[in-house]
């Protein structure tokens, strides 16, 4: 028997068509292919781009006969499943809030520090201080807790901001924007799209 | 279903009438859940006779039911067709010389 109308049998089989009926789907299909194959054509001849996809091709004619439900629609999203991610979302955009206070509040006083000892040694009585820069880390070196509560706020918003993307992502029903992620099953094999 | 007035037809002799008309692209693979919805629906009538020195066939034909649908399709695609006429002369009379 060809090896499309096998495959076809097969999900005939997986859907539950009664014998009966996939037995006559399977004689008229095997019948045309043969036809067109005597005639000096191909599978492709009769069945079209179908013929790269007898899944598919099997069970739309399965549904259409009626002998098998329709595949049935994505489960609508629970309204409540948005919550995670923009309650993560926000968690984590608090935490890069605190942690940008925190270095500012370090770099602030690292410059007061810093024109202090100019006015001490003679200096200009001006600096430029950058949050972030090395003269910051170096202050949190003397102001453990401060350096302590910036990683900890990093680490925290980089964490809520991640299981936002994440929940996020799976309440959008996998997709990303506009785009979706699928599965097929072809003859050449599973792709995604 | 225009197709079936020519007298019953199994599903790849249907799609090669359909390619003689060049519309290949609507028999091919989509044909078989078609004549399945028709089948369903109760608009074509079913017999199982032997082919020319092939296997038996299932042979289609339209039922008194898919005799009335196709007349009311054919009315439908015709007042499609002559309102889309209607406004492609209007384009042609408005870009003509």
Not at chain 1, 123 to 133: L, M, N
Request: glycine content about 12%.
């Amino acid at each position: 028997m060809n090896e499309f109308v096998d495959e076809c049998r097969r999900e005939w089989r997986r859907l539950g068509v009664p014998d009966p009926i996939a037995n006559e789907m399977t004689a008229d299909l095997t019948a045309d292919i043969e036809e067109a194959e005597s005639e000096g054509g191909t599978a492709e001849d009769v069945l079209g781009n179908s013929a790269f996809d007898p899944r598919r091709f099997a069970g739309s004619w399965a549904v259409a006969r009626g002998v098998t439900a329709p595949p049935a629609p994505p489960t609508p999203t629970s309204p409540t499943r948005w919550w995670p991610a923009l309650a993560f979302g926000l968690m984590g955009c608090a935490a890069l809030l605190a942690l940008a206070a925190a270095v500012l509040v370090g770099g602030h006083q690292t410059s007061a520090s810093a024109v202090s000892v100019r006015r001490f040694v003679g200096g200009p009585t001006s600096i430029h201080v950058v949050p972030g820069s090395p003269i910051v880390l170096q202050h949190f070196q003397h102001f453990p807790g401060i350096a302590l509560f910036a990683v900890l706020m990093l680490l925290l918003g980089i964490a809520g901001i991640g299981i936002a993307v994440f929940y996020g992502f799976r309440w959008n029903g996998g997709r990303i924007g506009p785009w979706e992620i699928r599965r097929h099953h072809g003859r050449s094999g599973a792709h995604w799209t | 279903m225009a197709v079936m007035t020519e007298g019953p037809a199994y599903g790849y002799e249907m799609t090669k009438r359909l390619r003689a008309r060049g519309l290949s692209t609507v028999g091919e693979g989509s044909i078989y859940p078609l004549l399945g919805r028709l089948e369903r629906d109760g608009l074509v009538e079913t017999r199982r006779a032997a082919s020319n020195g092939g296997p038996p066939r299932k042979y289609y034909s339209l039922s008194p039911a898919g005799e009335r649908a196709l007349e009311t399709g054919r009315r439908e695609w015709q007042l499609a067709r002559d309102a889309v006429d209607g406004a492609l002369d209007l384009v042609k009379a408005e870009v003509g010389p």
